[in-house]
């Protein structure tokens, strides 16, 4: 039986394709969010974001894939008036593109890498936001939620120019909420922690590695009106890592 937490809601999520090589975070929250009612644009470099809709429609939800890269404007551009042109609004933006890509040595990272890193966890927030807010405002109001992690919190070993980006969202996160609060448009952070299918893992207090739908069923509840109102905020998913981390990691 479908729920209806999300029912009569648009989502864009990106980073939703069936087959990535990480944790499978946007898959995750596409597919929970469909079971919950929301019509569904998936939004993926990989031409297997397809997977992901047919899962969604299949299991009796509504949901289209837009190839795209949302590191570029024109291909945003393109999610958004898809998006639009197949659901009529956008209640909900789900920015989970981002990661990190070999760095390691602080002093090694190369302008290159910086610019990679940046681009893949700002530039896509940035561009995704700007494009879909007024579309948001349109519809009276809706929720914008941020991937990061709990290296944007405490800052990883190795990872500075990641951490530094992911800690950019928290930043970014509150201004929108600043700006757009009056606009009914909520802004809100998820920090996942060490994630791994829930394999037992000393390092989180709760004894396991997080696991998509744990990141997802978080997404769901700020996604919904039962988070009205909340804005402006940062919640860690991570089975209480950030009481250790970075100590224990
Ligand atoms: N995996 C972890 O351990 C972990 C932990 C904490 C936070 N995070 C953060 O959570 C988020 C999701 O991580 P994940 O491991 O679930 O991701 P993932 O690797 O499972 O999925 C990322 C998806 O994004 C797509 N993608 C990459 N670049 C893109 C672009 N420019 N345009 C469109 N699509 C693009 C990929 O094809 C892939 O399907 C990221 O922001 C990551 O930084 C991950």
Known sequence: MPGTRLANKTAIVTGGAANSRGAGMGRAISELFGQEGARVAVVDLSPDGQVTADRIREAGGEAIFVQADVTRRADVERVVRMTLDRFGQINVLVNVVGGSFGEREFLDVSDE????????????????CQLTVPAMIEAGGGSIIHISSTNGLMGCP???????????????????ATR?????????????GIMGQGKPDRRQPLGRTARALDIAQAALFLASDEASFISAQILAVDGGHTTTYPEIF
């Open 158 to 176: 190795g990872l500075a120019v990641y951490s530094g980006a992911k800690a950019g969202l928290f930043g970014f996160s509150r201004v929108l």
């Open 113 to 128: 890498l910086w610019q990679r890193v940046i681009d893949m966890n700002l530039k896509t927030v940035h561009l995704c």
């Open 180 to 192: 757009f609060g009056p606009q009914g448009i909520r802004s809100n952070v998820i920090c996942p």
